[in-house]
């Protein structure tokens, strides 16, 4: 059970982390990060910067779905402790999504979102059984 929180934990600094690069790439590309408008202002990357920005839309998404897998898991009640290596390779491969999506590996990155999605599906298939 703690895996699976700790996992929780992780998946919520991640889009923090992929704004932070972002951040970066907006002093770069544009010279200053504006606290007032960031979203208008990240409209204006492009390159790595934007797929930061993009990383991290993907990341609050990818948050949602696991955060309902766990939670169709726990109202089922399954016990947690049987999906800690699934959720421990869940967050591996969102933390490997992101210098995938930022280095433009495409297909690669497909295929990390995809197996990633999967764990979240046999989630949503556990609590459906048991």
């Excluded at 895996?3 to 998946?11: D, G, K």
């Excluded at 204006?44 to 898991?73: C, D, H, K, P, Y």
């Excluded at 402790?81 to 390779?89: D, G, I, M």
């Amino acid at each position: 059970m703690n895996t699976v929180i700790a996992s929780l934990l992780i998946l919520c600094i991640l889009p923090i982390a992929c704004a932070w690069i972002a951040g970066y790439h907006k002093q770069k590309q544009l010279g200053s990060v504006d606290n007032k408008e960031p979203r208008t202002q990240a409209l204006q990357l492009t390159g790595a910067g934007a797929r930061a920005m993009a990383a991290q839309g993907n990341s609050w998404e990818a948050l949602g779905i696991f955060s309902a897998a766990v939670l169709a898991l726990t109202v089922a009640g399954v016990d947690l402790a049987t999906v800690s290596a699934q959720a421990l390779a869940y967050t591996v491969l969102r933390i490997i999504y992101i210098p995938l999506y930022i280095a433009n590996i495409d297909k690669a990155r497909s295929l990390v979102f995809l197996a990633g999605f999967g764990i979240c599906m046999y989630f949503f298939y556990l609590a459906l059984t048991h």
